[in-house]
């Protein structure tokens, strides 16, 4: 193993029982509707892969980009799209998905954003969570695990573009080594 990483901190089946959990939630929460899936790229791709197949329901699935941190670990505090959506929301039942939610600044921006195109309703949905570090209230319905003020990669999360592949997510404890 890479000596970058220090340990394990969510492992395959943590995930898999996280997707389960929520997918169910949301396949209850929204049961009789069709909902949009919005995955926020890149790092949510793995998340949503997972998550859409436990939900239970007729669901359309897109994808947006934001850049909101640079090849750091650290927050610019600057969220730019990059990449929209190709398709109207007004009207629809929206999920925003994310990997993982720090300061809250993209998703707070990004939910601003989207409403002013009329959804019917939005809600996110993050794989992790760090509360210690967040700038920005907002309202998250559908957490995954919660961890601590460590900087991590892997099921979708990097470290300068890479480590995404990792099937589960890794603590880095030695910066120098990445
Ligand atoms: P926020 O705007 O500070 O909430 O940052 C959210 C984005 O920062 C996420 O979508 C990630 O791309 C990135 N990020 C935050 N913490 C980590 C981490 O520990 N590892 C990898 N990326 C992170
Ligand atoms: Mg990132």
Do not use: H, W
């Amino acid at each position: 193993m890479n000596q970058a990483f220090s340990e394990v901190l969510v492992n395959r089946a943590e995930l898999q029982a996280m997707c389960q959990r929520l997918g169910q939630q949301i396949t209850k929460d929204y049961a009789g509707r069709e909902i949009l899936i919005i995955g926020v790229l890149r790092g949510a791709f793995m998340f949503l892969a997972d998550l859409v197949r436990e939900i239970q329901l007729d669901c359309k699935i897109d994808f947006i980009a934001v850049s909101s941190y640079g090849d750091s670990t650290t927050s610019s505090g600057v969220v730019r799209i990059v990449k929209d959506i190709n398709q109207s929301i007004e009207g629809k039942d929206v999920i925003l998905v994310e990997d993982i939610i720090d300061t809250g600044l993209t998703l707070k921006k990004l939910t601003e954003l989207l409403k002013t195109r009329n959804p019917r309703s939005i809600e996110l949905c993050t794989a992790l969570d760090k509360p210690s570090r967040r700038k920005v209230e907002i309202d998250v319905k559908y957490k995954g695990i919660e961890i601590p003020d460590q900087f991590v990669v892997g099921y979708g999360l990097d470290y300068a573009e890479r480590y995404r592949n990792l099937p589960e997510v890794m603590v880095v404890a030695n910066e120098e080594a990445l």
